[in-house]
């Protein structure tokens, strides 16, 4: 049967899925602007400054994560490995149009740190998402 | 007891009791090979500059990603918030465990084709005022990829795991089918906005 306990987890956890989202936003924005100027190359500062605030962002949704105690590290492992994997391939086809369209230099630069964050975002959000809500079954760190 | 938002009417999990399925699965495995090939195709195409392929890539990727996120978000979406909650978790175990494997498929498989579709055919190299239909259409994939990505999804697969207890969660559950049903909504709306704008694109 369906238990019918309360539907918050059990213990409050640090806004690690709004971080990881918000990186992600803040990428996918760098990208847009990035992508706006094609076929030319758009001023690098804008985009610059959003994709550093992402690794920010997500740096810190990492540096949350490695904090917590008693949660189901391997749950997480399972699927943020998974997604990775998964999101590893959707990015490296993204970054393989870019090479045979001859993308070089610093818009390479920057739209290859663009998916590496977005690539990594993903697999800390989904991990998590579902890792919250399982029993603690291992509590060794990543 | 019903929770009702937006006039979709939630049955409360109290109201319910649901057997746990004895075995959900979260990624049907048979499915892998035909991404596979889906995949080689793409690269295959975009390696070779095959039009006709990036074409049919685009327009059939593109056609189903949309056709079926309106299906879900406007038709399945609010059905499934009317579902009583065992109703909700039969269909999920069987629904959910294709979207986690189909939608991403498609999504790439779009977008790659289209960025090197629109590189062949000069339309990246259109002037303004008709290039902002390109930069919208670059927005609103990346709004709707943040509320997928960041919402959607997340929700979509913590049911499933949370299917696979032998006790769920169905007020946990209800919360995040709740979730589903408006993500799925949203991006179904604004696929209607990428609609306009294909279509704009394509006759100019």
Redesign the interface.
């Given at each position: 049967?369906?238990?019918?306990?309360?539907?918050q987890p059990p213990q409050a956890l640090p806004p690690i899925?709004q971080t990881?989202?918000g990186s992600?936003?803040l990428v996918?924005?760098g990208?847009?602007y990035l992508?706006?100027y094609?076929?030319h190359q758009a001023p690098l500062p804008i985009p610059v400054v959003l994709i550093s605030l992402g690794g920010v962002s997500l740096l810190a949704a990492a540096a949350m994560l490695t904090r917590l105690r008693d949660f189901a590290w391997t749950?997480f492992r399972l699927?943020s490995g998974?997604a990775l994997v998964?999101y590893a391939?959707?990015a490296g086809?993204?970054e393989?149009?870019l090479l045979?369209?001859q993308t070089r230099g610093a818009l390479l630069v920057l739209m290859t740190i663009t998916l590496a964050i977005f690539a990594l975002d993903?697999p800390i959000?989904?991990g998590f998402?579902?890792a919250r809500?399982?029993q603690a079954g291992s509590a060794s760190r990543p | 007891m019903a929770d009702t938002v937006s006039g979709i009417s939630l049955p409360s999990?109290?109201a319910?009791?649901?057997?746990?399925p004895t075995r959900v699965t979260i990624?049907p495995l048979a499915g892998l090979p035909i991404v596979g090939a889906a995949?080689i195709f793409?690269?295959v195409a975009?390696?070779a500059n095959w039009l006709w392929a990036l074409d049919f890539l685009h327009v059939a990727g593109g056609g189903l990603w949309t056709g079926i996120d309106l299906f879900v978000g406007l038709v399945i979406g609010p059905i499934i918030g009317r579902m009583s909650?065992p109703s909700r978790?039969e269909f999920s175990t069987r629904f959910m465990p294709k979207m986690v494997l189909i939608m991403?498929t498609l999504v790439?498989l779009t977008?790659?084709s289209g960025?090197?579709l629109a590189?062949n055919l000069g339309n990246?190299?259109v002037p303004y005022p008709n290039?902002w239909w390109?930069?919208a259409s670059?927005?609103v994939v990346?709004v709707m990829?943040?509320i997928a990505?960041?919402?959607l999804?997340?929700?979509n697969?913590?049911v499933l795991?949370?299917l696979k207890k032998p006790?769920?969660?169905?007020?946990?559950?209800?919360?995040l089918m709740r979730r589903f049903v408006y993500t799925a909504g949203i991006t179904g709306v604004m696929q209607i906005a990428t609609l306009v704008i294909m279509s704009r694109i394509a006759t100019w």
């Open positions: 049967m369906v238990s019918q306990s309360d539907a899925v990881a989202v992600m936003a996918i924005a990208g847009i992508a706006a094609l076929p749950r699927v998974w998964a391939v959707i086809m993204i393989y149009v045979v369209d993903i959000i989904l998402s579902v809500h399982q | 999990p109290a319910a009791g649901v057997s746990s990624v995949l793409l690269v975009i390696s909650v978790v991403p790439i977008l790659a960025l090197q590189r990246l190299a290039h390109l930069v670059f927005i990346g990829a943040v990505l960041g919402l999804e997340p929700a697969l913590a795991f949370e006790q769920p969660n169905g007020a946990l559950i209800a919360k």
